[in-house]
């Protein structure tokens, strides 16, 4: 029986959405002084950070490797959107409610039955 309890509490949302926040600002602050080449390493780098704490609490939302290193590094090249938050927060969320992705509440293909 799995634990039905959120991965991501409460504080852990307030507390990483605060790092991500000053993450974004940190990056765009890089952008505007190195045309977009130190805010991409700075959120390139920190979203490793967030991986391994994804990936220490067992984050099965963004378990492939698309959904964990290309999608986030695609959505920076948003401007000015903070884009660490919004993708740790979606993390987070889909997370905490895996009825909201669907295939998530499926762990195998037998669990699939008409």
């Known amino acids: 029986m799995e634990n039905d309890a959120p991965k991501f509490s ?3 949302m307030i507390v990483g959405t605060m790092i991500c926040l000053v ?3 940190l990056a765009a602050l ?3 002084l190195s045309v977009g080449v130190f805010g991409f390493l700075i959120q ?3 979203w490793l950070v967030f991986t391994f704490w994804f990936t220490i609490k067992g984050v099965k939302a963004t378990a492939t ?3 964990r ?3 986030p590094i695609i959505v920076q090249i948003l401007p000015i959107i903070p884009t660490i938050t919004i993708t740790f927060l979606a993390t987070a969320y889909f997370e905490n409610h895996p009825e909201k992705l669907g295939a998530l ?3 195998d293909i037998s669990s699939f039955k008409k």
């Open 105 to 107: 509440q499926h762990n």
């Open 65 to 67: 490797l698309s959904k």
């Open 30 to 32: 890089g952008d505007l």
């Open 44 to 46: 390139a780098l920190s």
């Open 10 to 12: 409460l504080l852990e």
């Open 69 to 71: 290193f290309l999608i």
């Open 23 to 25: 993450i974004d600002f």
